[in-house]
């Protein structure tokens, strides 16, 4: 027989991230940036969740996988912190609620040539009382919009953080991250009070 | 090419709920001693440093719901354990805060 644990395994701590927003918008590039590890794919299987939702889909259930990426920060010898990407299609938001189940809070990523892209994400963040910021990502080209503008057309409340970010470079996706965890950080103690 | 299906023994269900994205595996390294297959051998290996599930399914390369199947398998055989969730507290959002602002 194989010895069964004889001693508890160290404890540690994972804290998840969920980074959010259309498709296309950069999360993949983001976690890439601020990931100690190189940015890991996985595969979720559809769940009965999935069916009608599109004729395709019902051909083969079982063979039907969606990508989700993933990195990772150690934070210390009990921390981890994860980062995981939804999916950016709608047809896959089903997949949501199992990924954002426990998370911290969450990054929306916004492409302002593609504002509403990120609608679904700021709704169902909104609905659910996670805490999350919206991160305007540059890209080349340069932003049509300024901050002031991309709140008052995605109308969150003053509550919600809108910064800027570069998700191509760490430096700048650092400052995102510190910013949600700040941005928990306040809700906590403000729910101390 | 594998399927899902044969590393499963055509099962679709873990044994154990509870096995989420970021949920930790462990295996200690007697547990490298046992006779196993081929992907359970290699989560054994992967997890003699703890691994989420989200990395197990990644690193080998197979869909979430069968690494679920086979870590449930393993740790009914008692070869590898899981890291229940813990609750965040103050203190650690300031750890967190504080590395992240280092990296």
């Known amino acids: 027989m194989y010895a069964p644990y004889d001693q508890a395994p160290p404890l540690i701590t994972t804290v998840k991230i969920v980074i959010s927003g259309g498709f296309g918008v950069g999360k993949t590039t983001l976690i890439g940036s601020i990931s100690e590890i190189e940015p890991l794919v996985t595969e979720a299987a559809m769940t009965e969740a999935a069916l009608g939702v599109d004729d395709v889909f019902a051909v083969d259930k079982t063979m039907t996988t969606v990508a989700l990426d993933f990195g990772r920060i150690t934070v210390d010898d009990s921390i981890i912190l994860y ?3 939804t999916p950016g299609q709608d047809r896959f938001m089903f997949l949501w609620d199992e990924l954002v189940e426990g998370a911290l809070g969450a990054v929306v990523l916004v492409d302002t040539r593609r504002i509403q892209d990120c609608y679904p994400a700021v709704d169902y963040f909104e609905e659910r009382g996670i805490p999350f910021l919206l ?3 540059h890209f080349d080209g340069g932003l049509r919009y300024d901050v002031a503008e991309v709140r008052e057309a995605l109308d969150v409340g003053f509550g919600v953080p809108v910064i ?3 998700a191509r470079h760490r430096s700048s996706v650092k ?10 950080l306040s809700v906590r103690m403000a729910a101390a009070r | 090419m594998v399927r899902p299906y044969l590393m499963t023994g055509g099962r679709t269900r873990p044994v154990t709920d509870g096995l989420r994205f970021e949920t930790l595996v462990f295996a200690k390294p007697a547990a490298l001693h046992a006779p196993l297959k081929y992907e359970s051998r290699r989560i054994v290996e992967l997890c003699q440093a703890p691994r989420s599930m989200a990395e197990i399914a990644g690193t080998l390369g197979i869909p979430l719901g069968v690494a679920q199947v086979l870590v449930a398998d393993l740790m009914t055989g008692n070869i590898v354990t899981i890291q229940e969730a813990t609750e965040v507290t103050v203190a650690m959002l300031e750890r967190i805060l504080d590395r992240v602002r280092a990296l």
């Open chain 1, 175 to 184: 400052q995102v991250v510190a910013r949600l965890v700040q941005e928990v």
């Open chain 1, 164 to 166: 800027e970010c570069d």
């Open chain 1, 83 to 85: 980062l995981f990407g």
């Open chain 1, 135 to 137: 991160a305007v990502n």
